[in-house]
């Protein structure tokens, strides 16, 4: 069904001039494609439409074009070059992030477009076993996490390209464009239309520009992360739990000063554990003397969600924990809404 609403969609963006449009409907075309095993195809058009996006400076289509085609290569099976799309699709989603203009919308624009960074960890969980894996895995959770940790702490802010107030002009223009047509003030949207081009042509000339002069550097303070580095920064008697989601998958990570484990979890298991972990806590809302007279079920009921937590989130790395006096946990999606000092305990 998608497939066949992503092909007229293409053609009529292209027939009323809506290049931007077309691209992102033949890029759906390109997906559906892909899911329905028509991983051929998919490929010719992938390319084609990349190279296409690539010339006229459509960013974020060509960068979900890079995700798309690490994506093929996953499914037929080559890992190593899975792997190069996908970093290069999360270079050019970190890159991208940078440009623009506030925090809510550099969130809003990670949020919506982590499918590479997490095809990247799924590539490191399924990696076989090596004295690398689990520093891959680690590095994989920790690609997603440090761009929007660099912004909080205002470090991308030197890495914004002067062409942002023209980014936002466009950003501005685009929208204005999408109103007329949807008004079919015919005129205006014409008018819109030039104007957009103009800008696109002009934000293309300067990222060119930059990137010649920059040899497309990485920003100031851009460092990547090294899970060798982690480990020299751990003192002995401390370790580092890094938990992270893939989809519907729940990878952790051990770190110490001398040894890295990597691990998969009961995704499924934790999620409803922690679901009805949250219910029994918000029963609490109910007041005073409402938890007064249930106080032992709700404690008994929330003590057993934290034990089965605890074996499904905390037990199976605890050899790997050992005897360290200060853990570290990192956590991630649902496993930030649990009181990480009770995982520990057996109940």
Known sequence: AALGEAEPAAALGAEAGAAGWAGEAALQACRALRLLGRGA???????????????????????????ERGLLARDRGD????????????????ARRAELP???????????????????????????????????VLEALERSRAPALRLAAGQGERGVPAGTVARQQLDWSRAAWQRALALGDTARATELAEQVRAL?????????????????????????FSAAR??????????????????????????????????????DEVAVRAEQLRFQINALRFGAPAGQRHA???????QAHLGALHRLLWAPLAAAVG???VVVIVPSGLVHTLPGAALGRDG
């Open 296 to 302: 032992t079920l709700l404690l008994e009921r929330a």
């Open 79 to 94: 890992a190593e070059a899975a792997r190069q799309w996908l970093e290069q699709a999360a270079d050019a989603l970190e």
């Open 41 to 67: 195809e998919a490929q010719r058009r992938v390319d084609t439409l990349h190279a296409e996006a690539e010339a006229a400076g459509w960013d974020e289509t060509a960068t979900a074009c890079l995700t």
């Open 200 to 224: 696109e042509a002009e934000l293309l000339e300067r990222r060119r520009r930059a990137r010649a002069a920059a040899g497309q550097a990485a920003p100031a303070g851009a460092v990547p």
């Open 230 to 267: 982690l480990q020299a920064a751990l003192a002995e008697g401390q370790a580092l739990v890094a938990y992270g989601w893939a989809g519907r998958r729940l990878a952790a990570v051990v770190a110490t000063r001398t040894r890295l484990q990597r691990f998969e979890l009961a995704a």
């Open 102 to 136: 506030a925090d809510e919308f550099r969130a809003a624009y990670a949020g919506d477009r982590r499918e590479a960074f997490e095809a990247l960890l799924e590539l490191a969980l399924d990696a076989p076993a090596s004295a690398g894996a689990a520093a891959r």
């Open 323 to 325: 005897r360290a006096d």
